[in-house]
């Protein structure tokens, strides 16, 4: 079991671009969970999906941000028209159903120049 | 929705001695509280957790206690050592929901 993989590690944008984080759950696992860490903070909760459903996105912010766990394929989480305060590590989790242990991502650190 | 408080949010102790961290939550029905920890540049990875339904939880050198009624929980590490350096994140997760909700996290720092 490869875990939950998170691709690319690093992601260097410049202002005004997209950027596209990947989260591939764990083997079994039909929940994701998208959280951001800034740099000597702590982790908050962004958005919560399962397949084809955005279950909970109180903490997505209203514009730019966008995320979807499609019926094939990765979770994405999208972020347009980068700008210097999204730089962060962004983190995806994923649990079995009716679980809630997470297991997290190594996460994708960006870097918004 | 939940909120959860974590202190202190910078530990330094000996090697060998104890550390405690403690963290208090907001909403009454939150039952499931992990606690994670995250080394630099890491990912968080669960280290305990416990339900409401018990009080105490130990694994080896590691221990949770849980005081539902003043809705607070922590964390105690015993003979702790240099590699227990890191960061501690605690959660807690309402019933309804299947959200983790984190504490601010505390760094701990063990000294040789």
């Known amino acids: 079991n490869a875990g939950v993989m998170q691709n690319p590690r690093h992601l260097v944008r410049r202002r005004g671009q997209e950027a596209r984080l990947r989260c591939s759950p764990m083997?079994?696992?039909?929940?994701v969970y998208w959280y951001r860490q800034l740099p000597e903070e702590g982790l908050k909760f962004m958005v919560y999906?399962?397949?084809?459903?955005?279950?909970?996105e109180s903490g997505m912010p209203k514009e730019r941000f966008s995320a979807e766990f499609p019926k094939e394929g990765p979770s994405i989480l999208r972020i347009q028209q980068v700008v210097r305060g999204d730089s962060a590590a962004y983190f995806c989790?994923?649990?079995?159903?009716?679980?809630?242990?997470?297991?997290f991502g190594s996460g994708t650190r960006l870097t918004v120049v | 929705g939940e909120n959860v408080e974590q202190h202190p949010s910078t530990l330094s102790v000996q090697e060998g001695d104890s550390a405690v961290i403690k963290c208090t939550y907001s909403d009454s029905a939150s039952n499931y509280f992990p606690w994670y920890k995250q080394e630099l540049g890491k990912r968080p990875q669960l280290i305990i957790d416990i339900r409401s339904n018990v009080g105490e939880k130990k694994d080896q050198r590691i221990a949770v206690t849980l005081n539902k009624t003043a809705k607070h929980f922590s964390l105690h590490i015993t003979e702790t050592q240099p590699e227990d350096s890191a960061v501690y994140f605690c959660?807690?997760?309402?019933?309804?929901?299947?959200?983790?909700?984190f504490g601010g996290g505390t760094r701990l720092m063990v000294k040789p």
């Open positions: 959660a807690a997760k309402v019933n309804a929901g299947n959200m983790l909700t």
């Open positions: 083997k079994g696992h039909s929940h």
């Open positions: 989790a994923s649990s079995p159903p009716f679980n809630v242990a997470y297991t």
């Open positions: 999906l399962q397949k084809e459903n955005i279950i909970d």
